[in-house]
């Protein structure tokens, strides 16, 4: 279960914030403001003065053609026969005082002749009559337009910029539209009982009189608590899709500002705002960023954040789920929230989402294969069996490694390769084509050969060997990988023994072969001593008895305790270590015991590797029972053609340098 990758059109809960002033938005309209200016008051014609004529003059270039075009106005101040005649002449026949120009302006009394003259050269008209108005619009509207855009400019940038201040203090909560951000209970999978959890809430938002005739109560708060990635949050976006409310979402982190009291300003806006849509959800992710305990650290706490934290105990225990308004948080680490937040009366209800398990995996994939072009040999339910402990975000992510993978490769469509290809590379890392001499590979084949025959070994079936590889991937130089057959809920005793044994017959098989040891086992090291100090500390698994020796390192920054402590005495703890040391000494001599016995096995593990560089967990079994491959190898013809030339023929003359002699020669063990 995993949120969708495309991005969420979202819309402020109120206004937008205003933007900024913006100089380059000022320089544009400035540029505009200036042409404007310039088609009004420099347009052609007024570039050059009009040159003033006689109207007999204009009555001759009338009849012989010359006039481009005119207009005839009457002028009632000079009397009832007085014009004044404006046109233009088809050449620059005439001077001004600015040179020759083809406008030109005459007035004066027109006889009935040259009005008879003027009306045969059909050039000139008559201008419409204008009125008192239309003649103060023409000479307002363009002043109003200029005031207009400096307005603009001007005075509402700055005031915009001024608002800024006045809506610091607002939520920022977002709100998801409806039509395209819609997310039901079909689009959730791996987490039946959490949604079986949640959909008391729809059925209260749908029907709230279902609830209150009763007398009961939905809960106000619903926490939801698990690891990242197992879909949080988009159950509560299901919740609300389901419901066909608006779905509010904010960050616990979008409380907290540098300045005190912003914060809870932003808390009291936000239930008002939840009150005017309700009903509503209001979805606070990573809530632990507000919710932190009050007064935590050294030193005390953060101001800021504990009035935030103070202002929404308040108001989540102030307003009435009647109201329909309901609260829903995520968080991965309860263990940090006030236990304030987490009383009846404001959270009263937490669901744990967890990792999904087998099947969870299976529907969670098939959720997301309905996007992907996948081939009919893809099984999703072996890819479900084969990723333990990956989440729905991590399943997703699966899916589309595989898909890009399969378009690098020119296909058509997902095929289980390109599945396990990308399962392998978001467990275990991308492969490297690292150039290695023959030193280096033969020790990297041997350490990973220890692993492996030391597994098929000691396996009781629900850890079987998948795949064994000495081609770098991630930090490490080789990999011996293994799919459980289910789902690893509990730890056994000779299982972890197991465990521990397979991880150190690494440094067993370099030390034997070798003669040296090396800093690669250096992670084998740590885990198993990891495995070793959970046994004896906290899961009773020594002659200690079963008493926990843990302690909680968290507590000094949780502000519970000023000092670590140990709650057991110094010789107790020498006991610990005397413990420890035991039980990864017995396992050491056993993992040897076992390489010891199988040496031939080894050397032929070994040998397969230098040769193929990357075997299954099927041709280990068989070099056991058999003591030869049975089974061709496949060899990944895709990795090689994604390397680069100098390294693939580095490569080749590598294995070559490094392959044993042919006829199933093994080298000679070189003494301990």
Known sequence: MSEPDN?????????????????????????????????????????????TVNLQKVVELAEQGKVKEGVIRTDSSGGRDWVVITGE???????????????????????????????????????????????????????LLI?????FLFIRQLRQAGKGALSFGKSRAKLLTRDRDKVTFADVAGCDEAKEEVSEVVEFLKDPKKFTKMGGKIPKGILMVGPPGTGKTLLAKAVAGEADVPFFSISGSDFVEMFVGVGASRVRDMFEQGRKSAPCLIFIDEIDAVGRQRGAGVGGGNDEREQTLNSLLVEMDGFDTTEGVIIIAATNRPDVLDSALLRPGRFDRQIMVDLPDILGREQILRVHARKISLAESVDLSVIARGTPGLSGADLANLLNEAALLAARRNKKRVEMIDVDDAREKVQFGRERRRVMDDEEKKLTA????????????????????????????????????????????THAMKRM????????????????????????????????????????????????????????????????????????????????????SRIVDEQYKRAKEIILSKRDALD??????????TIEGKHVLEILQFGELRSPVVVDRTAKADAKPS????????????????????????PA
């Open 604 to 613: 032929k593990i070994a040998v397969a590797l230098l040769e193929h560089e």
């Open 147 to 151: 005031i207009g855009l400096l307005y």
């Open 647 to 670: 390294d693939k023929k580095a490569a080749e003359k590598a294995a070559a340098a490094a392959t044993l002699p042919a006829g199933g020669a093994t080298p000679s063990p070189t």
């Open 497 to 580: 023994l197991n465990q521990i044994a397979m991880g150190l017959s690494g440094r067993i098989a370099e030390e034997l072969v070798m003669g040296d040891v090396s800093s690669g086992a250096g992670g084998d090291i740590k885990q198993v001593t990891n495995i070793a100090r959970h046994m004896v500390c906290d899961w009773g698994m020594s002659a200690l008895g079963m008493i926990s020796y843990g302690e909680n390192s968290d507590t000094v920054f949780l502000g519970r305790e000023i000092q670590r402590h140990h709650a057991y005495s110094e010789e107790t703890a020498r006991k610990i270590d005397s413990e420890i």
């Open 89 to 143: 002449t088809k050449e620059a026949l005439l001077e001004s005082d600015r040179g020759p120009t083809k406008l030109f302006r005459a007035s004066g009394r027109l006889t009935d002749a040259n009005v008879e003259r003027l009306q045969k050269s059909q050039v000139f008209t008559e201008p419409p009559a204008t009125t008192l108005m239309t003649q103060i619009a023409a000479q307002v509207i363009p002043f």
């Open 7 to 51: 991005n969420k059109k979202r819309r402020s809960l109120k206004n937008l914030p205003p933007d900024r002033f913006q100089p380059k938005m000022l320089v544009i309209w400035l540029v505009i403001v200036l042409a404007a200016l310039s088609l009004l008051f420099f347009a052609p014609g007024r570039l050059t003065s009009p040159a």
């Open 446 to 489: 041997y350490h990973e050969a220890g692993h492996a025959l030391v597994q098929a070994v000691l396996d009781d079936g629900h850890l079987p060997v998948h795949k064994v590889t000495i081609i770098p991937r991630g930090s490490s130089l080789g990999s011996t990988m293994f799919i459980p057959k289910k789902d690893i809920l």
